[in-house]
């Protein structure tokens, strides 16, 4: 099983893809502050839960500035393993993400090659935004933004002294939440995390 080392990694992207957001849109942030000076660890759930992490999700809770609020794009932190080198180059698969409701109902799933998304096609070597754009997902209320990442992109959390509010482990057989917790490198004890999730919609 893998553990988690948290560190304060580069995020030389984050801002460029924050600035071009569409400033009529509103965005929802799973997380407090200034993401730059965050102490971030990049974690997949294949590498954490070997094949059980195929059907887990990184999942976060929202909620809808009003009703019917339409969801056009879906921001994460994330990383494929590239570094710089041919033998880092990531190979194809297939990432997921999926809109439900607060009663955890499927609203839209998105699938695709997680190729055209990644750190290799943007020719970074550190975390970088990974952005998915929905097609006028409406959602009220809670709603969940659930990230398979199969393995293909190892997504970014901040570590929490209290168990997280809004960040989650979504189990799809059984349709399922448990609390965002991850094993510590440092201690044999489990560690609260945070998603770095981003929504954009209006």
Known sequence: MAVLCFAALGLSGVSAAADAQTTQNQIL????????????????????????????????????PKPNWKIDSVQLIGWDGFNGTLASVPQERVIALEVRDKNLNLLYRFADSQLPYSNYAYNSTELYPLTLRLPQVPVSDEFYICFYDRGAVAVACERLNETSKNSFLYIEPGNQLLPATLPSSETNETLAVNWIMSVSGS
Request: proline letters at 3%.
């Open 29 to 64: 942030n799973s997380y407090e502050g200034n993401i730059t000076q965050k102490s971030l660890a990049p974690i997949d759930m294949i590498s954490l839960l070997g094949r059980t992490g195929f059907f887990m999700a990184e999942a976060v809770k929202f909620t809808a």
